[in-house]
T-cell receptor, first 115, second 112 residues
Framework: GAVVSQHPSWVICKSGTSVKIECRSL??????MFWYRQFPKQSLMLMATSNEGSKATYEQGVEKDKFLINHASLTLSTLTVTSAHPEDSSFYICSAVDRGNYGYTFGSGTRLTVV | AQSVSQHNHHVILSEAASLELGCNYS??????LFWYVQYPGQHLQLLLK??????LVKGIKGFEAEFIKSKFSFNLRKPSVQWSDTAEYFC??????????FGAGTRLTVKP
């Protein structure tokens, strides 16, 4: 079945640094990838929709200059948290759409801790 | 290892049929449970969630789910499906000490 690899699974960084999270579809082409964030004791919140070869569409309230999304190929989308602060500490997860049969697959998520 | 299992990969129903999608998890301790739906071309939408209290949870669009702790299950139900319910459904579990994990998803196709 379709597999999405998300890397790293956890990362600790210092305030002010940037962190890049990769979401890679291993055995299918993903024209669309979604990036979500989960706050403690809450459900997922959609951050942005990433379409291959075009600019990401950000949800209201999500700073596009802070959360840089790049979807340069049909198998890779990256989320870069720039100038991270402790309030950016969260769980980030991506999902990719298999354009062959519209199925969705989730990455395993990334736990970001900013200290 | 912690895991979330959805029993059915693809379910095909006729309109007005009843729906039950299975979800089992293997976490110990207290968990938060979610069902999400994803329509073609769209992002996830939360159908319902269980944190505590009444184990029978009612969500949007006529969906409900029952948490059975002894069976580690959180099955999704709807008494009468509509064509517009065609989508992919994901069960997710979030233990207090770990991050959210998703089941593999169940594709529901409702024939008009």
């Amino acid at each position: 079945g379709a597999v999405v690899s998300q890397h790293p699974s956890w990362v600790i960084c210092k305030s002010g640094t940037s962190v890049k999270i990769e979401c890679r579809s291993l055995d299918f082409q993903a024209t669309t990838m979604f990036w979500y964030r989960q706050f403690p004791k809450q459900s997922l919140m959609l951050m942005a929709t990433s379409n291959e070869g075009s600019k990401a569409t950000y949800e209201q309230g999500v700073e596009k200059d802070k959360f840089l999304i790049n979807h340069a190929s049909l198998t890779l989308s990256t989320l870069t948290v720039t100038s991270a602060h402790p309030e950016d500490s969260s769980f980030y997860i991506c999902s990719a759409v298999d354009r062959g049969n519209y199925g969705y697959t989730f990455g395993s998520g990334t736990r970001l801790t900013v200290v | 290892a912690q895991s979330v299992s959805q029993h059915n990969h693809h379910v095909i129903l006729s309109e007005a049929a009843s729906l039950e999608l299975g979800c089992n998890y293997s976490y110990g301790g207290t968990v938060n449970l979610f069902w999400y739906v994803q329509y073609p071309g769209q992002h996830l939408q939360l159908l319902l969630k269980y944190f505590s209290g009444d184990p029978l949870v009612k969500g949007i669009k006529g969906f409900e789910a029952e948490f059975i702790k002894s069976k580690f299950s959180f099955n999704l139900r709807k008494p009468s499906v509509q064509w517009s319910d065609t989508a992919e459904y994901f069960c997710a579990v979030n233990a207090l000490s770990s991050d959210m994990r998703f089941g593999a998803g169940t594709r529901l196709t409702v024939k008009p």
